[in-house]
């Protein structure tokens, strides 16, 4: 499963969900004494961010990379892109976090700050700070015209002056083409138009979207709550909901063929504010599944033919909380939601504060982080198995394996 950040990262979302059923606050335990990783055993990489920056630990607790500021990563969170002031200038550099190698670096004009990374890490394009904004359409700036800067190793590939507010949003698998959202009315934006911008040619054009007559153009007001990659399909899925029309649906655009097609998910879905629904692709990339913890319901999406294949509950109440989701190897859905990991038909795992992300590991193991740290636990025994301290975590971001 492949989660964007920067541009990619979700929205946080304020407002009221009406009535707030309590959880049960999980007996404080002693942590369990983390055992060194034995000689020759592969260990993990941990990716979080904190009020300093991202961080990387290993399974031990130690420092990996300290706390720096990241504009935007690749989806496994190999390669990030770093941004900073080079005269009148900006000095934007792409490397692989945890060993520190510098894959490219190159000094563009004017002040710009980056909002994506292709999957590889070659191309990065950024914008002048301010406009609509990344998240979606939380405390929006106008512009009329928005330069956007692609830049690749050896230095800029190409600068575009377009009328509009416009935030890049992905680019195409071969990087001719970069989908971009274009905010209107571009003084005070209240909604978006996905298009697309031809990079040899210059010219940005409207996205065909399916359910519309052709030449039709979608516009969006709805909340962008989270995205995933299907690196397989090459399709960029997006969860979007909006509460005043208690809506929800998933924005699914073909990142080579450049087209759009929305999949309407069932009620409750939509209603409350948007961060109670959460996404999440399977590893074999056969299913994709939506949560909704209000209700404490789930559907599964089949991304070959863009359907609702089934609703289901995933637990027996309704949870208050951002829900964070995965889907485990074996097929099993696990939700973290308020002070519980969920493993959905089965057992619930009582965490040592609000959750904030979640994270496969690599043996039936998770990860889950909370105010004060993280911890990992069992999904088998249901256990906690080990348990770092990090004073003022923000959310874990990702969990992968040290590089052999």
């Known amino acids: 499963m492949l989660r964007l950040t920067g541009a990619a990262a979700g929205l946080s979302v304020l407002g009221s969900t009406g009535r707030t059923e309590k959880t049960a606050t999980p007996e404080r335990t002693t942590p369990p004494t983390p055992t060194p990783t034995p000689a020759g055993e592969r260990g993990y990489l941990i990716f979080l961010t904190t009020k300093d920056g991202v961080k990387v630990l290993d399974q031990d607790a130690r420092v990996v990379v300290p706390p720096t500021s990241v504009a935007t990563s690749t989806p496994d969170w190999r390669h990030v892109v770093t941004a900073s002031a080079d005269g009148t200038g900006t ?22 700050a980056p909002r994506i990374v292709s999957a590889n890490g070659p191309l990065v394009a950024s914008v002048p700070p301010g406009g609509a904004g990344i998240y979606g359409l939380h405390d929006p700036q106008g512009r009329e015209r928005t330069t956007v800067v692609v830049s690749q190793p050896g230095g800029e590939r190409v600068r575009l ?21 274009d905010y209107v009315p571009a003084a005070r934006p209240e909604r978006y138009l996905p298009r697309v911008v031809d990079l040899r040619t210059r010219q940005m054009n409207a ?6 007559p052709t030449g039709a153009t979608e ?12 690196p397989r399909r090459e399709m960029l899925f997006t969860l979007c909901s909006h509460e005043g029309d208690a809506i929800a649906f998933v924005h699914c655009l073909d990142l080579r063929q450049r087209w759009a097609q929305r999949i309407a998910l069932p009620a409750p879905f939509g209603q409350g504010r948007p961060g109670v629904h959460g996404i999440a692709l399977s590893p074999s990339g056969d299913r994709l599944t939506v949560v909704h913890s209000l209700s404490a319901r789930a559907v599964d999406i089949d991304p070959d033919h863009l359907a609702v294949k089934r609703a289901y509950s995933f637990a027996a109440t309704r949870q208050d909380g951002k829900p964070g989701v995965l889907i485990t190897p074996s097929g099993s859905l696990v939700v973290s939601v308020d002070r519980l990991v969920i493993v959905a038909g089965g057992r619930q795992i009582p965490t040592q504060g609000q959750t904030r992300g979640l994270a496969l590991g690599t043996a039936n193991d998770i990860w889950a982080g909370h105010p004060d740290g993280l911890a990992q636990y069992s999904l088998t025994t249901g256990k906690e198995l080990r348990r770092i301290a990090v004073p003022n975590l923000y959310v874990l971001k990702h969990v992968h394996p040290k590089p052999t």
């Open 91 to 112: 000095h934007v550099v792409v490397r692989d976090l945890a060993s520190g190698q510098v894959l490219s670096g190159t000094t563009l004009r004017g002040r710009l």
């Open 161 to 181: 002056d377009l009328p509009g507010n416009i935030e890049p949003e992905a680019f195409s698998p071969d990087g001719n083409y970069l989908h971009v959202l």
């Open 207 to 212: 996205v065909l979207t399916r359910e519309l």
């Open 219 to 230: 516009e969006m007001h709805a909340h962008r709550i989270e995205r995933i990659v299907d």
